[in-house]
Each structure stands twice: as C-alpha cells, then as structure tokens.
T-cell receptor, first 110, second 113 residues
Framework: QKEVEQNSGPLSVPEGAIASLNCTYS??????FFWYRQYSGKSPELIMS????GDKEDGRFTAQLNKASQYVSLLIRDSQPSDSATYLC??????????FGAGTILRVKS | KAGVTQTPRYLIKTRGQQVTLSCSPI?????VSWYQQTPGQGLQFLFE???????NKGNFPGRFSGRQFSNSRSEMNVSTLELGDSALYLC????????????FGQGTRLTVV
C-alpha cells in the first residue's frame, strides 16, 4: 500500500461544475494534510491545509478530512478552465516527513 | 517577501559527472526539504535539513547528499550521475521542521546525457 494514494485521473468536469478530488493515507497518526496545485512545467503551489476533522472552506475550495477513514478530499466549486492542473495531496507521516501522492490530473472543459 | 530561490534553473550533465544544486529558503524559514519529481514516480522525498542538520531522509542512494548552512541556505549534491537522475529537483522551505506548510521553489531541471 502506498503511503498516500490518489486516483491519477484525468478527472474531466464541465466548466461551472464541482470537481471532487480524493486522497487516502496509510499512517493513522497523521495530523497535517495539504493540497497543492501544479500547473504543467511549474512547481507545486500550496492551496489548502487542514488539520482537524471536518470541512475547511477557502473561496471556491473546500478541504474535507476524516481521520477515522484516513481520507482527505478537495472540492472545487464553480470549476474554471484555469483550474486545470495536477492536484497533489500531501500528508505529514511518521518521522515528520511530508509525503506526496502521485497527483490527480483535473481537466475543466469550457 | 522573496520566495524560495533555486539555482540553476536548468542543467545538462554527462553520466558520471557530479552536480550541485542550490536553494535559498524564504527569509525566516529554517527547514529546507528536497524532492525529486519524475513523470513515472511523482514527487519523491530526498531529505530535510533543519538548523544545519539532516533530520529526515528518503529512500535514495548515498550518491544523493545535501547540507545546510547557518543562513539556512541548502545545497544538494548528486555524484556519479546516471541517466535515471534526470528529473525536476524541487526545494521546499518551512518555518519549522515537520507538521507545517511547505513552499516550493521553481525547481532545477537536470538532464543527464
């Protein structure tokens, strides 16, 4: 089992729809979770962090965390073509290592 | 506030050579982590430095090494380069070690021929 798992996609959604990106992780003791966005040819950019169970909203983005299920997700409302990118889930695992999933490619069609 | 600065942006090296990459973290950040990104393997953790000491290490061979200076700037060295070392090398800085948000530099694209 990979330490941080994501569906590689691509996930295709129409403009204006909600995009739902999912991530599972292996370390039950993990406390810190992040979502990064990476455009082609660019470096990852932090867009959300979440530390407690439940939802955290920031503009069109909502991060959801369920530690019991070892599951974290990112919802993007009113998806725009400019949201097309690879979304990386990252988790602080045992030993304080920030470990990334392989990323989910999101394509928003206009 | 300046972001994370990596130099050089691009490098072409020959098999067997060695290479040194540099990373200047965000001012006030004391933790620097290095990652290798390839299409097949994604973002792989190399190591993390904090207060000039390596605090964490990923599963890479000993050819990959690093260090951190008193001003928090970090260097990464790869010796005896192999074709498979061709990748984007990313540096990320954090205020403290572990558990907090990390901010990435633009990366160094290394091509080994």
């Amino acid at each position: 089992q990979k330490e941080v798992e994501q569906n590689s996609g691509p996930l295709s959604v129409p403009e204006g729809a909600i995009a739902s990106l999912n991530c599972t992780y292996s370390d039950r003791g993990s406390q810190s979770f992040f979502w990064y966005r990476q455009y082609s040819g660019k470096s990852p950019e932090l867009i959300m962090s979440i530390y407690s169970n439940g939802d955290k909203e920031d503009g069109r983005f909502t991060a959801q965390l369920n530690k019991a299920s070892q599951y974290v997700s990112l919802l993007i409302r009113d998806s725009q073509p400019s949201d097309s990118a690879t979304y990386l889930c990252a988790v602080i695992l045992y030993g304080n290592k920030l470990v990334f999933g392989a990323g989910t490619i999101l394509r928003v069609k206009s | 506030k300046a972001g994370v600065t990596q130099t050089p942006r691009y490098l072409i090296k020959t098999r067997g050579q060695q290479v040194t990459l540099s990373c200047s973290p965000i001012s006030g950040h004391r933790s620097v982590s290095w990652y290798q990104q390839t299409p097949g393997q994604g973002l792989q953790f190399l190591f993390e430095y904090f207060s000039e000491t390596q605090r964490n290490k990923g599963n890479f061979p000993g050819r990959f090494s690093g260090r951190q200076f008193s001003n928090s700037r970090s260097e990464m060295n790869v010796s005896t380069l192999e074709l498979g070392d061709s990748a984007l090398y990313l540096c990320a800085s954090s205020p403290v070690i572990g558990g907090t948000e990390a901010f990435f530099g633009q990366g160094t694209r290394l091509t080994v021929v």
